[in-house]
């Protein structure tokens, strides 16, 4: 006898419960329901079920965004810079664009604003998930810099005689072709920098998919 499988999408007017599935089968001796929307578990199998379409290219799924209330036609429902899809993995709020939810909050006080940790690929919840520069003289008339890179982002380092700016850019290091992490370690001459002191910063943007 085959499984039969009916989805249900939207909200369960008893519960605070989004998307769920319903299926009634003899294997289990009857109906059977659970929220996980994208597996379904049952004594001896588990099914993982295709999320379905995409529209808006924000990582969750049509009725994933019906569940939540979001547009799936948008890729950030709120405007605050974020894609849905991203708000929602870092349990940030994807219908509001203020206080810790919004792209100038920093739910994990690290320094680093929502949208920088976007555009770094680092977690916003996590105050030792940041991009964070080091420089220290290895040698004389050597400096040495370096971070942890993420994958999916390029970097730039650039340079400024004062940390207002403005800066300009020295050097944009090779994006590794596979998505993981990797440390970057750039050694730069200190007598290619004149005139005064020198500050440095790392500019990080994603990577279209």
């Given at each position: 006898?085959?499984?039969?499988?009916?989805?249900?999408?939207?909200?369960?007017?008893?519960?605070?419960?989004?998307?769920?599935?319903?299926?009634?089968?003899?294997?289990?001796?009857?109906?059977?329901?659970?929220?996980?929307?994208?597996?379904?578990?049952?004594?001896?199998l588990v099914l993982e079920m295709a999320k379905g379409p995409d529209s808006d290219g924000d990582g969750l799924s049509d009725p994933e965004e019906s569940s939540l209330e979001t547009?799936?036609?948008?890729?950030?429902?709120?405007?605050?810079?974020?894609?849905?899809?991203?708000?929602?993995?870092?349990?940030?709020?994807?219908?509001?664009?203020?206080l810790s939810d919004g792209s100038e909050g920093d739910p994990d006080h690290d320094g680093h604003s929502n949208l920088d940790e976007w555009l770094a690929n680092t977690h916003p919840r996590d105050p030792k998930s940041r991009l964070s520069l080091r420089a220290e003289i290895v040698e004389p008339g050597v400096?040495?810099?370096?971070?942890q890179g993420m994958p999916g982002v390029t970097y730039e380092l650039q340079s400024s005689f004062s940390p207002q700016g403005p800066y300009a850019s020295i050097q944009t290091p090779e994006t590794p072709k596979n998505k993981t992490n990797r440390p970057y370690l750039l050694k730069l001459h200190l007598d290619a920098f004149q005139n005064g002191a020198r500050f440095f910063r790392i500019d990080a943007r994603r990577v279209a998919d």
């Open positions: 006898e085959p499984l039969r499988l009916s989805v249900l999408s939207g909200r369960q007017p008893s519960s605070d419960r989004g998307a769920f599935w319903s299926f009634d089968h003899s294997l289990i001796g009857g109906r059977h329901s659970q929220s996980d929307p994208n597996r379904i578990i049952l004594p001896g547009n799936s036609n948008e890729l950030d429902t709120d405007g605050d810079g974020l894609p849905d899809g991203w708000e929602v993995t870092h349990a940030l709020s994807p219908l509001r664009d203020f400096i040495q810099i370096q971070w």
